[in-house]
């Protein structure tokens, strides 16, 4: 796949990253950077890190030492992070979880509309029209009115990523997105991420899927004991 | 054979030896809270009682050559439990009312008495009769006779009958200005005026009645027995002795004694209409004039019902918010009332709330009812909704974080309705709970619909038709609500794949 030039404009960049919970080490000194444009894929076997990584970025798993910037929000290792940096550096990154997270207690359309309306500030009917065009971009416009538990598996995980890009967030995170997914499923996923890559989003997806990996990624960052390595 | 003859014979022989042998002990009901000078714990034997209807249940155990075996009811639940054999006769100030003629086997009346009104000296001037308190509370023990000449009042006078559980806080009441006059019979307000200042018994007699013992109908043979003892102690003068001893002698019982010992009939009451007693109809006519008296008294408890509930859980939200989010002390302060209030008995809070703190502020019963029910509830409902918003996924907490909500719009937005649909159900459980709770606030004057029906009970004489009734009409209530409960529970039941 046709990629951006990684160094030219750097959205992330994670400078030896540590995280420790309790006595287990789950990071030890993660570097790496992620250009504009990039989908970079970590991979890994079960309890690597890769996960650990993705909340590290995101804020919700505080590190040791070391330093995550998204563009100019810098989080620092060791250091209590202020409310005001989590909600500068929120603006910028969007995350999927491996189990869709969407809230329960609401229809798909506003599961998409809840956070430009609330968060952002953006007009009711605007954030509306806003989250029905991506339901349609995602092929589920049809599933509007459904609550969480009455989508599929691929319907949720495609709510899932238009309510994460309602928010137009700089970085797109992706935890393990075709774990719940059908070979079809699974293609169709990577058609989607394939075009966000093209509209010039950036993304970085946690998974396990090799072959999901290598069809869509731009490069591929190997997690081992906590340690990042890119692959050859 | 000969063996298993043997042994009916002998089983024959011991049942009817049983049978035979006239019971060794008197059984009879009073109530020790009913206090001095009828029934009271003795200040220095605590486990014994003392008082004029003790000595007069040891003069019928002696007379019967039986031992006196005190049973200790309810004052309200005498009658029933005489009917139900837990005692052979109860003495305790029980009023002699066609009620109880028509349904219980009650002895010759042993004292008479006169329901008298007290008012505070300060209106001493103005209120002297019944007519004179148009527009104003009186309160009285309920299901009495002083309580049936209040609701006569009510629809000819115009003033509000306030229905008390016993007979000492309609006196305090009285002080507090709760109410503006007590109808209560003048043993019982000569005995508060010794402990209270401030009020005067007014010299007018509103009615006349008389303190008798009761049996039930299939005892009228004992019954019987025991008028025959109550003759002649009156003849020879124990009666006497004994109320003098008790201080509550007058003039009134020779001229009582003298009718009885002459053969005159002695109506129950002087001076309230017997006629439209409930006792004297016929069950339907009785369940007709009620039904509607019930009816308003359900939609008492169901307003008290509703509104203390919302308070409740309104409260409870506050309070599990403030144990989930709140720093250290106040989550401290927060465990220690929720603690406080499941620990200890809504009966015991809702007398501190209107009498106990009453002296600082006086709340009206119905508004101290809301309060003391919300104030209990809202510990439950509060643990209801920690457990619930602690239920709440991480995921979806670090979801909504993860869109840039704050926290406060993550626990509005996400948390907290969420933790709603969680504790909908068990909520709708306490609401059923708490509706049949609401029937504690009668200690509190509060009328609804079990207190109403313990009125209907008592002037009837019989609970199946009022407690039938009133079951019908809880279950009415309540089971919208269960469905409702159920049908929530269905809904939101079912997890996010």
Redesign the interface.
């Known amino acids: 796949m046709e990629s951006a030039d990684p160094m030219s404009d750097i959205v992330l960049r994670l400078r030896d990253v540590h995280l420790r919970r309790g006595s287990r080490e789950v990071l030890t000194g993660v570097t790496f950077d992620v250009g504009r444009g990039e989908l970079v894929a970590i991979m890994g076997p079960s309890g690597s890190g890769k996960t650990t990584i993705l909340r590290a970025i995101a804020g919700l798993d505080p590190f040791q030492a070391g330093s995550v910037s998204v563009e100019d929000v810098a989080l620092e290792g060791g250091v209590n992070v202020g409310s005001a940096t989590l909600g500068r550096l929120r603006r910028k990154v969007g995350m999927v979880f491996q189990f869709h997270c969407l809230f329960e207690h609401l229809p798909a359309l506003q599961n998409v509309w809840l956070a430009p309306v609330h968060a952002y500030g953006v007009g009711l009917e605007e954030a509306k029209r806003r989250a029905r065009e991506l339901l349609t971009a995602f092929g589920v416009e049809h599933r509007a009115n459904a609550l969480p538990r009455e989508l599929s598996g691929g319907e949720a995980q495609r709510v899932a990523i238009a309510r994460a890009l309602a928010v137009d967030p700089r970085l797109l995170l992706m935890d393990e997105p075709t774990s719940a997914l059908d070979p079809a499923r699974r293609a169709e996923l990577g058609d989607l991420l394939k075009d966000l890559v093209r509209q010039g989003r950036t993304l970085v997806v946690a998974t396990h899927d090799e072959e999901f990996a290598r069809e869509c990624a731009t490069r591929v960052l190997k997690v081992s004991d906590g340690a990042v390595s890119v692959e050859p | 054979m000969i063996r298993a003859t043997l042994l009916a014979f002998l089983g024959t022989l011991a049942a009817s030896a049983v049978l035979a042998a006239p019971p060794r002990e008197l059984r009879w009901a009073g109530d020790s809270e009913g206090g001095a000078p009828f029934v009271e714990a003795d200040p220095s034997h605590p486990d014994a009682v003392v008082g004029f209807d003790v000595e007069i249940a040891g003069l019928l155990a002696r007379g019967l050559g039986r031992t006196p075996r005190f049973v200790l009811i309810t004052f309200t639940s005498i009658d029933q439990s005489v009917a139900r054999d837990d005692a052979e006769i109860g003495l305790s100030g029980i009023e002699d009312t066609p009620a109880r003629r028509a349904t219980l086997a009650p002895t010759i009346p042993y004292y008479e008495f006169r329901e008298t009104l007290a008012v505070r000296d300060t209106d001493a001037a103005r209120f002297r009769t019944l007519e004179d308190l148009r527009g104003r509370k009186v309160g009285t023990l309920g299901g009495t006779i002083a309580y049936e000449i209040l609701l006569n009042a009510e629809r000819d006078h115009g003033l509000q009958a306030v229905s008390y559980e016993d007979d000492v806080h309609p006196y305090s009441d009285l002080m507090l200005g709760r109410v503006d006059a007590v109808l209560l019979d003048n043993v019982l307000a000569e005995r508060r005026r010794r402990f209270i200042s401030g009020f005067r018994v007014q010299p007018q007699t509103i009615a006349v009645g008389h303190y008798v013992g009761v049996l039930a109908e299939r005892n009228a043979p004992l019954r019987d027995a025991c008028n025959e003892i109550l003759r002649g102690a009156m003849r020879d003068g124990t009666l006497e002795r004994i109320f003098r001893k008790w201080g509550v002698w007058n003039d009134d019982q020779p001229a009582l004694y003298a009718r009885l010992l002459a053969g005159e009939p002695v109506p129950p009451v002087v001076g309230l209409d017997a006629s439209a007693s409930v006792a004297t109809m016929s069950r339907w006519e009785a369940t007709r004039r009620y039904f509607p008296t019930l009816l308003r008294a359900s939609v008492i408890t169901i307003v008290l019902s509703c509104v203390s509930m919302g308070l409740a859980v309104g409260l409870g939200v506050l309070i599990a918010t403030g144990r989930v989010y709140g720093r250290r002390p106040i989550r401290a302060a927060l465990t220690g009332y929720v603690e406080l209030m499941r620990g200890t008995p809504i009966l015991l809070q809702l007398f501190v709330l209107y009498y106990g703190i009453a002296a600082a502020i006086r709340l009206p019963a119905f508004a101290a009812a809301l309060l003391g029910l919300a104030l209990n509830y809202a510990a439950y409902e509060s643990e209801i909704c920690r457990a619930a918003l602690e239920a709440v ?1 991480v ?2 907490l ?10 406060r ?1 993550v626990l509005t ?2 948390r907290g ?2 933790a709603f ?1 969680l504790a909908l159900a068990p909520m709708t459980n306490d609401f059923v709970a708490l509706l049949k709770d609401s029937s504690l606030v009668s200690v509190l004057t509060v009328l609804e619909l079990t207190k109403q029906t313990q009125i209907f009970a008592t002037n009837l004489g019989s609970w199946v038709i009022p407690g039938s009734l009133c079951a019908a009409l809880y279950l009415a209530m309540s089971l919208p609500l269960a469905a409702l409960a159920r049908r929530l529970e269905q809904r939101w039941k ?4």
């Open positions: 996924s995921g979806q670090e979801a909504a974080r993860t869109l840039g909500f704050s926290e719009q937005l996400v309705p969420q649909r079912a997890p996010t794949p």
